[in-house]
């Protein structure tokens, strides 16, 4: 009994590193900036990873299920996934939060545990504020809490109830914002149950590639079309107008919005893309190598800035800013390729003992 291969999207890659740095952008640049003024960064780059998660790790829950329905122990199929998840997030994660302890960073010692036990979404939102450069650990947090409940839904829901499933996490997703919202809560978009839109269209997206085949050539069908409406929906969701005639509501929906942008982009740029320019953004070498280290570059970007002699002080104000911002990149890179070239990397190749035999 085998397991069917999981197709490998570079694209996703070049996608990976585009989340990462707008998340980066958001960290590093002033909200008055005009890289940050126009748009919220940081929320589209998290949504884009929670996007890319619910569709890759539904697909991966889908053809492990073909595996249980064929016979194979639920506990193995379980343990299998899990396993290859706990390689591929644990190591560098708790490395890093044992190198914080020893260094002392400001509110790693009083929220250890919370951030240990991948609590530290249900932390911020207690405190009703970010904790500094540990305030990123929230969006970790949040996947790591989806990865526990999502693989039983998958695997133990029969496939005919899974849409319904899909289509009630997305509507739970948002009306658990709109809760908070009027519960004057903003903190409480940390919480999973506020991202469950962005994970359940990922995983629509899954599933429907793989279990409703003729609805999905129906979409393929006029897939170009459903693109330009999602660029369209991007560009105009960011309209101030849009957002001061909506509010306080305009947050819920504006999450709903661009996890449907994502989900339709990220299905587009896993085929051959024909357009030119497109084609040479998502496979350009440096944005896909950026790609393949993003988990490391989002776990240490936070830090680099407390780096002490990362600056210019003799250059021009402007002109040491910018100097400054790629210099902090330059290390961001080069501590995220020692980590996958020494630490991520040989431990990934241990997955190969955890396959479906």
Known sequence: MSIEKRQYYPQ?????????????????????????????????GVVLFFVLSGFLITDILLRSKTNYELGAPLGHVFMVFYMRRFLRIFPIYYMLLLSLVFLNV????????????????????????????LSHFWS?????QFYIVWPAIILLVTRKYLMPVLVTGIIAGVLFRLVMVTAASDMGRLLMPASLDSFCIGGLLAYGRKERKYWYKKYLDHQKWIVLFAIILLVVIHLQILQST??????????LFISISFGILINRVTYTIETPVVSQILNNSVLLYIGKISYGVYLFHNFIPQLYGLSFPGAPSYISFYLTQLLRFT?????????WFLLEKPILNLKQRFEFQ
Request: aromatic share 22%.
């Open 12 to 44: 996703l890659d070049a996608l990976r590193a585009i989340a990462v740095l707008l998340v980066i952008v958001s960290h590093w640049f002033a909200q008055e900036h005009f890289l940050n003024r126009y748009t919220a960064n940081g929320i589209l």
């Open 106 to 133: 400001s509110g790693i010692r009083e929220s250890f545990w919370w951030h240990y036990f991948y609590g530290s979404n249900i932390y911020f939102w207690l405190k009703g504020t970010f904790e500094g450069s």
């Open 140 to 144: 970790l947090a949040v996947e790591e």
């Open 246 to 255: 909506f509010e306080p509501y305009f947050t819920s929906l504006y999450i």
């Open 331 to 339: 290390v961001l890179l080069f501590v995220s390729s020692l980590s």
